[in-house]
């Protein structure tokens, strides 16, 4: 599998060069390129299946070089140093990203699902979306958000969530199509990402979308019966933000 690393340190091509012969030997860098004008003349010639990408360049940046290739024939694995945002808007989106310094475990893991065939659509969708939404905490202009599931990417439009729940490190979902999702994030990233569209925490293990509630019956905490049927234990000590999210809509 051909590959090519896109970064302006010298140092950090070398780095990333040196682990990738050492720990992914199914890889060949065929290529290095320290700008977006060098790398879209190193894409056009080599033709790889894989590139690393760096996101900060003195002429540009990483979405700026995929605006090149807007059907791209290869996948992209992110590289970054830590910054808080670009890391949401990669995992929002499903993208694979490596954090500097690159840690060899996540290296591998990242390459393995490169290699798998199945990827490189789903690479395509999932950068489109990226770019269409890395302004936007994953939602894209249309309001679609990527959901990752252990069979794949699923573009949803929001307002289809009915409610998602904590399912250990992973969630499910309902979406008022009848459909329950079994997704590889956790509900604490979801609620960060959808809480301004419309969502509330009403429990540890809960997160509703307040447009699908049908009725809230007081108690203690109380209790909301969704559009769909399903009826959720309002936690005490979330009584108060979920009236007050619920006041607002």
């Known amino acids: 599998m051909k590959a090519i690393?896109?970064?302006?340190?010298?140092?950090?091509?070398?780095?990333?060069?040196?682990?990738?012969?050492?720990?992914?030997?199914?890889?060949?860098?065929?290529?290095?390129?320290?700008?977006?004008?060098?790398?879209?003349?190193?894409?056009?010639?080599?033709?790889?299946?894989?590139?690393f990408l760096d996101i900060e360049m003195p002429d540009g940046s990483g979405f700026?070089?995929?605006?090149?290739?807007?059907?791209?024939?290869?996948?992209?694995i992110f590289i970054t140093a830590y910054d808080q945002y670009a890391v949401k808007a990669f995992k929002y989106s499903a993208v694979d990203y490596l954090l500097k310094p690159i840690n060899i475990e996540e290296l591998c893991d990242a390459v393995k699902k490169a290699t798998k065939t199945s990827y490189k659509e789903e690479t395509k969708f999932a950068l489109e979306h990226l770019i269409d939404s890395h302004n936007n905490y994953g939602i894209s202009k249309s309001n679609k958000i990527a959901l990752p599931t252990l069979e794949g990417?699923?573009?949803?439009?929001?307002?289809?969530?009915?409610?998602?729940?904590?399912?250990?490190?992973?969630?499910?979902?309902?979406?008022?199509?009848?459909?329950?999702?079994?997704?590889?994030?956790?509900?604490?990233?979801?609620?960060?990402?959808?809480?301004?569209?419309?969502?509330?925490?009403?429990?540890?293990?809960?997160?509703?979308?307040?447009?699908?509630?049908?009725?809230?019956?007081?108690?203690?905490?109380?209790?909301?019966?969704?559009?769909?049927?399903?009826?959720?234990?309002?936690?005490k000590r979330k009584k108060e933000e979920f009236l007050k999210s619920l006041n607002k809509i």
């Open 5 to 51: 690393i896109i970064d302006d340190e010298e140092l950090g091509r070398t780095m990333l060069k040196v682990l990738i012969q050492k720990y992914c030997p199914e890889i060949i860098v065929a290529g290095e390129a320290s700008s977006v004008k060098e790398a879209k003349k190193q894409i056009e010639e080599h033709k790889p299946s894989l590139i």
């Open 64 to 76: 700026d070089l995929l605006k090149h290739f807007p059907s791209p024939f290869f996948s992209v």
């Open 153 to 235: 990417l699923i573009f949803i439009d929001i307002s289809e969530i009915i409610r998602c729940e904590a399912d250990g490190r992973y969630t499910m979902c309902w979406a008022n199509n009848g459909k329950k999702l079994h997704l590889t994030r956790n509900l604490k990233d979801f609620e960060e990402q959808l809480t301004r569209f419309g969502f509330c925490r009403v429990h540890h293990a809960h997160l509703v979308n307040l447009n699908h509630i049908k009725n809230y019956i007081k108690g203690e905490g109380g209790q909301i019966t969704m559009a769909n049927g399903d009826v959720i234990t309002v936690s």
